[in-house]
């Protein structure tokens, strides 16, 4: 694996290591950076679910495979992909370890039997995984004990080894809707427009939206308005850094007014534009734009 941060084009991570020690965790922080990420996967698909990657995506999506203890004797098989560089893509191991008292009381609190336990112990289990990885432990380009890790710390972990800037960016949406066609389910944050004055009453303006010059001026005018945007903006830039020190890196800010047309609109669109002046990455959508 090389020293730098930034994630190589045409990357291949595998991704392994013993149950209860964060694998998925791993998976899910590298699917947030971008990859391509494929779990419990037998070695012996790998070279194909590159070359699949390879034909639909390019060469240049980073791929991220996740293989664990139930490939059983297929482990050699990966050994010999990892050595030959069979992919043709530059390629790191990952294993994730922790103490074994950990692992148990992880896996007794999801409350799930170890693959290789049997009709033994848990501990049983764990000592068998420790065997069989035993080999590919050893060819671990980045070893990551999590025994005194929390979630954040691995995935700060996992973002510093194979993120970049813009990966590991906070990635903001500012949606407008309309309350008559119901909350956006995946807002993180809800802003009401409604005690702005409504455009619709205005005859020239009913027609236009809020993206429109005319609507958009006469709402941001609204001292109520400013003092909303003077107000807010700091907020969300305050829950922001939050965000990213939680490890958490996409926000949906969900605006409405009555039907998504006009005050919403224009309070996103202005909104999208001040927090893109502090640095974030932001996008604007209107869901409800059209619907009347």
């Given at each position: 694996m090389t020293d730098t941060a930034a994630v190589a084009e045409g990357e291949l991570v595998v991704v392994s290591g013993m149950t209860g020690a964060g694998r998925s965790t791993v998976a899910k922080e590298l699917e947030d950076l971008g990859f391509y990420v494929v779990d419990n996967l037998p070695p012996e698909l790998v070279p194909e679910v590159v070359r699949l990657v390879d034909e639909r995506h390019g060469r240049q999506r980073p791929v991220a495979?996740?293989?664990?203890?139930?490939?059983g004797v297929f482990f050699d098989r990966l050994e010999e992909i990892l050595a030959t560089n069979a992919t043709g893509r530059p390629t790191s191991l990952v294993f994730v370890e922790a103490d074994d008292d950990v692992l148990v009381r992880r896996q007794e609190a999801a409350r799930r039997p170890h693959p290789l336990q049997g009709n033994g112990r848990l501990l049983?289990?764990?000592v068998r995984e420790r065997a069989v990885l035993a080999r590919l432990r050893g060819d671990a380009d980045l070893l990551i004990d999590t025994t005194d890790l929390n979630v954040h710390q691995l995935t700060d972990r996992v973002a510093a080894a194979f993120g970049t800037e813009?990966?590991?960016a906070l990635k903001v949406t500012v949606i407008s809707f309309g309350?008559?066609?119901?909350?956006?389910?995946d807002a993180d944050l809800v802003a009401d427009?409604?005690?702005?004055?409504?455009?619709?009453?205005?005859?020239?303006l009913r027609p236009q939206t809020g993206r429109d010059a005319p609507v958009s001026a006469y709402v941001l005018a609204r001292p109520e308005a400013q003092r909303f945007l003077?107000?807010?903006?700091?907020v969300v830039g305050t829950l922001a850094e939050g965000y990213l020190r939680e490890g958490k890196r996409f926000m949906t800010i969900a605006i409405g007014c009555t039907g998504g047309k006009h005050r919403s609109v224009a309070m996103t669109e202005e909104v999208a534009r001040?927090?893109?002046?502090t640095g974030l990455d932001v996008r604007a959508t209107h869901r409800d734009l059209g619907r009347e």
């Amino acid at each position: 694996m090389t020293d730098t941060a930034a994630v190589a084009e045409g990357e291949l991570v595998v991704v392994s290591g013993m149950t209860g020690a964060g694998r998925s965790t791993v998976a899910k922080e590298l699917e947030d950076l971008g990859f391509y990420v494929v779990d419990n996967l037998p070695p012996e698909l790998v070279p194909e679910v590159v070359r699949l990657v390879d034909e639909r995506h390019g060469r240049q999506r980073p791929v991220a495979v996740v293989v664990d203890v139930r490939s059983g004797v297929f482990f050699d098989r990966l050994e010999e992909i990892l050595a030959t560089n069979a992919t043709g893509r530059p390629t790191s191991l990952v294993f994730v370890e922790a103490d074994d008292d950990v692992l148990v009381r992880r896996q007794e609190a999801a409350r799930r039997p170890h693959p290789l336990q049997g009709n033994g112990r848990l501990l049983d289990g764990l000592v068998r995984e420790r065997a069989v990885l035993a080999r590919l432990r050893g060819d671990a380009d980045l070893l990551i004990d999590t025994t005194d890790l929390n979630v954040h710390q691995l995935t700060d972990r996992v973002a510093a080894a194979f993120g970049t800037e813009e990966t590991t960016a906070l990635k903001v949406t500012v949606i407008s809707f309309g309350f008559k066609y119901g909350i956006p389910v995946d807002a993180d944050l809800v802003a009401d427009m409604r005690f702005i004055p409504n455009p619709h009453w205005v005859p020239e303006l009913r027609p236009q939206t809020g993206r429109d010059a005319p609507v958009s001026a006469y709402v941001l005018a609204r001292p109520e308005a400013q003092r909303f945007l003077e107000q807010y903006v700091p907020v969300v830039g305050t829950l922001a850094e939050g965000y990213l020190r939680e490890g958490k890196r996409f926000m949906t800010i969900a605006i409405g007014c009555t039907g998504g047309k006009h005050r919403s609109v224009a309070m996103t669109e202005e909104v999208a534009r001040r927090l893109g002046e502090t640095g974030l990455d932001v996008r604007a959508t209107h869901r409800d734009l059209g619907r009347e």
